[in-house]
């Protein structure tokens, strides 16, 4: 599979939207509509993944939630030893940027589900409510991370530093509007009877594509926006926003496949949830939660290098090594 | 009638949004306008795409003596690493009620 594994609509209008601001074009969309587009976008992957589940093993599902809180604990652990590695980067920015890599991106996840349905892979339905569970241990895993440095930092000066909130943060974390969409999405797919989920159908899957397109059109052009700050971040942040996808991927491909048995569609979606980074829930937890962290280094990174990065290369990349991996 | 007031402006992230209210709170400010805006500064982009890379601006009217107060109190934040951005300007205030009731 070469460039043609990227060919897809879905890929090629967030190239679209890369490149329309690279020329400067004025193409906009109207403000809130990307909001809405997601909003419609968690719901549908919910409806879709509920239905599918409501016929799924039990024990695996529980497996699969197991390993996805395992990943959410252990990827941001592995980034923050990463970008702690000679003192690279400070103890704050390390903590708030490692985050945001054990959590995870909806839209990436999106696009690897566009892309094994245009390709006509199969795939396990787990890899949904893992993608829920993984959204919050990375946010704890940030914050006890800066929590610790702080204490180090506030024994070598003196001076008020920041007390985390735990609870008005878990909270957020945990009722995240995207994370309750998901779960009610998925719960109503569930219990819904067949016959009235035939009625949605062209809801949640028809226009399904259609609507990633736009999704992805304005994505690119938020992340080309993002790349302009690419000078402000340095070379060092650059890399890790490449190299750690890579690993997270490859754990998360090991565990799909050797520990909860997916095929090669399963195993994509897992590598996929292991490389994707957050732009939606992590940022606004880091932001409170860690202060100190600058947020341009953990958008410009989640956005401008990792979330293109998964799309034009880590989901086709990802896709080959299961299938070499899974043999 | 009118009166000497400042006009106290304060940038911050829409996720500070909250905070910020709490601030007003405890000082006993009751009274401000606030609406969401974009920009870039500091803290990279704030194009308004997400809520983690919105912008909120609080306009307040307050008295020298209360306006200190809260730069105090924002100040506070500042020096825990919290991105407010800060500014005043002296007001003339022309609605005579806020005159009399000045916080």
Redesign the interface.
Known sequence: MGLDAILIPAILFFALGVFAKVIKSDLKFP?GL?KGLSLYLLIAIGLKGGAELANAELGLAIKSIMWAIVLGFLTPIIGYMILRFRDKIDR?NAAAITAHYGSVSAGTFLTAIAFLDVSGIEYETYPIIMMVVMETPAIIIGLLLAALARKQLQQQEA????ATPWKSLLHEALTNGSVVLLIGAMVIGAISSPEAMEKVYPFSHEIFMGVLCLFLLDLGM?AA??M??FK?VGVTLVAFGIIMPLIGGTIGMVVAASFLGFGVGGTLLVAILGASAS??AV??AM??G???????YY??LALGVTFPFNVLVGIPLFYNLSIWYIG | MSCEQRLIQIIT?N??EN?VKKLFKKLGIKSFTSFGVNGEG????Q???????SNVLFMLLLSEEKMLELVEELN?DI?????HFVFSLNAQMHTPYKCKSEV
Do not use: C, W
Not at chain 1, 159 to 162: A, M, N, Q, R, S
């Open positions: 403000e990307s704050m001076g008020e530093t920041v938020e926006r993002r302009k700050a402000e732009y939606i940022p606004p932001r409170m860690v202060p100190e962290a600058n947020p341009s958008l410009t | 992230s996720i500070l905070r500091d803290t990279g982009l194009s308004g795409h997400f809520d983690a890379d506070k020096q825990k690493g919290y991105h």
